[in-house]
């Protein structure tokens, strides 16, 4: 059995604490690796590592900063193949959507290629007389990123390339349950060139994840996760003095009005319901289908789900992959077997479901349930697995008071042709991401990603101007050249422009 230790300064760092955890593959249901889960202490040493390092890092010309950035994205473009293997083998996603999560986190390796455009900072001369005031913003210091299971590349990839370009220095605790590709672009970026202690990785759970909350050198965190955890997170850091962002769950709801086209919106609904087998925080989980068309929708809907082709990510036939462990699976199965009795429509069950060959493989089927309403636990819990909801409304104003009455608000969309209509929910739904006939509206890098509500924590969103608002801080320097023949005198008053 493989075992996977830590990146610390620069270099492999073998296990410690003793203490490993189990790294499946979610197709085969073998466990072909142990990763090593971090003792207070080696965090310790990842966080001296990135504060040594921050010394020079920080000083480090934005020049030779984005030489570097250059090369790690050519670096990443080579090898965008074998990190997206990595990803199938301990994720269990196909292979094109995980060269689809390769790309998506190297658009922040692109913008954070261009981060000179923006640290120009502002200048205003002359504000007072012979008075220049320009402001700049500068690095924070060492930042922890804690990332989830389900885009072990791109996640961290939203993070440690625009917080390195900012100038600071990054320890990342990525899931334990698949942590190769994660560690795997550490690798990347120290042959890369990237000066060591710059990037750190400590694999771990818990234990290593409250060290780096409260460690009197993690000037910030970035965390992507679950609500609860990201609530925890918040809490806990913020005690301790430090920046937060902390992405957390969704239930993201697809409004389609009856004048959609309703092929193109079942479509997009099993696209993004039924993709990397729902486990996506942009996944599509409840279609909310207005009058009298919903009948239709969901027999279309209905017909889709029945034909895709579900097996080992690595096999390129295969559309939809495994879910990430055992348990995740059956507890995803519960939610379909427990509809009918609250009252839901099971229109398709995926819950009795084997890929031969894979009889151990973490496999579910898709599942359709129609008629759910909330109350329902399908309707009020993340399910997190290929099980979307199809909730009825008479009208536009109950589909809009439906949706805006979710604890979460990450992203959501309308099918529509009516312009005006779209216009509205742009404007009235309560969510941080829109699409308007775009079912999973993941901002492209140099625009910001991030919910409302109760799927984000924190201030600012993450990667695009969020990003570097994040990863820095302000500085206002007013700067005045007396003239030899005026020296102002003495003036107690409170300054003021002249
Ligand atoms: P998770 O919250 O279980 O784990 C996320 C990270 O937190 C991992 O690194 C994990 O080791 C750590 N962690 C877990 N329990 C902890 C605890 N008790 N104390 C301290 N740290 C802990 O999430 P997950 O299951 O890995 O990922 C799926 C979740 O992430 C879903 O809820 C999904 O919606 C969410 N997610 C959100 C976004 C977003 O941008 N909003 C993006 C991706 C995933």
């Given at each position: 059995m493989k075992t996977l230790g830590h990146w610390i300064d620069g270099k492999a760092a073998e296990s410690t604490s003793g203490s490993f955890g189990p790294v499946y593959n979610p197709a085969t249901g073998e466990q072909p690796t142990r990763v090593s889960l971090a003792s207070v202490e080696e965090v310790d040493a990842a966080v001296a590592a990135a504060r040594e390092a921050y010394t020079t890092w920080s000083q480090t010309s934005l020049a030779q900063r984005t030489a570097f950035l250059f090369r790690y994205r050519e670096l990443l473009d080579a090898r965008r193949d074998e990190i997206a293997a990595l990803i199938t083998a301990e994720h269990g996603k196909v292979h094109s959507d995980a060269l689809g999560e390769v790309a998506r986190g190297m658009e922040i390796v692109e913008l954070a290629c261009g981060i000179t455009e923006k640290l120009k900072g502002e200048l205003s001369t002359q504000v007072s007389t012979r008075v220049d005031v320009s402001s700049i913003r500068q690095p924070l210091g060492v930042v922890a990123g804690i990332t989830p299971f389900n885009f072990p590349a791109m996640v961290p990839m939203w993070m440690f390339p625009l917080a390195i370009a900012c100038g600071n220095t990054f320890v990342l605790k990525p899931s334990e349950k698949d942590p190769s590709a994660s560690y795997r672009l550490a690798e990347l970026a120290a042959e890369a060139g990237?000066?060591?202690?710059?990037l750190n990785v400590v694999n771990g759970d818990k234990i290593a994840v409250d060290r780096l909350l409260t460690h009197p050198d993690v000037a910030a965190v970035s965390f992507v996760g679950s609500t609860p955890i990201a609530q925890y997170i918040q809490a806990e850091a913020t005690a301790h003095g430090k920046r937060v962002q902390a992405l957390a769950g969704a239930k993201n709801h697809m409004l389609v009005l009856p004048d959609a086209d309703l092929d193109h919106a079942a479509d997009n609904a099993i696209n993004a319901a039924y993709g990397s087998a729902g486990e996506r925080c942009m996944a599509v989980s409840v279609v909310v289908a207005v009058g009298a068309m919903g009948d239709t929708l969901v027999d279309k809907i209905a017909e889709r789900a029945r034909t895709l082709r579900i097996g080992p990510g690595d096999d390129p036939a295969s559309e939809m992959g495994p879910l990430i462990t055992r348990e995740h699976r059956d507890k995803v199965n519960s939610y379909v077997t427990g509809a009918a009795d609250q009252g839901a429509q099971v229109v398709v069950d995926g819950t009795d479901f084997t890929v031969e060959g894979h009889e151990s493989g973490f496999f579910t089927g898709v599942s359709l349930l129609d008629k759910v309403r909330p109350g329902m636990d399908a309707y009020e819990?993340?399910?997190?697995?290929?099980v979307l909801c199809v909730v009825r409304a008479e009208t536009y104003d109950e589909a809009i008071a439906l949706i805006n009455s979710s604890k979460w608000g990450n992203g959501t969309a309308i099918f529509t042709r009516d312009g005006g209509a779209a216009r509205r929910f742009q404007l009235e739904v309560e969510a941080g991401m829109v699409g308007v006939n775009v079912?999973?509206?993941?901002?492209?890098?140099?625009h910001s990603f991030g919910g409302w509500k109760q799927s984000l924590f924190g201030d600012l969103h993450i990667y695009g101007n969020d990003g570097v608002q994040f990863y820095t801080r302000g500085k206002v320097i007013t700067t005045r050249w007396p003239d030899p023949a005026d020296s102002g005198g003495i003036n107690l008053g409170f300054p003021t422009s002249s």
């Open positions: 990237l000066a060591q202690g710059v819990d993340e399910i997190f697995g290929p079912p999973i509206p993941v901002p492209v890098g140099y």
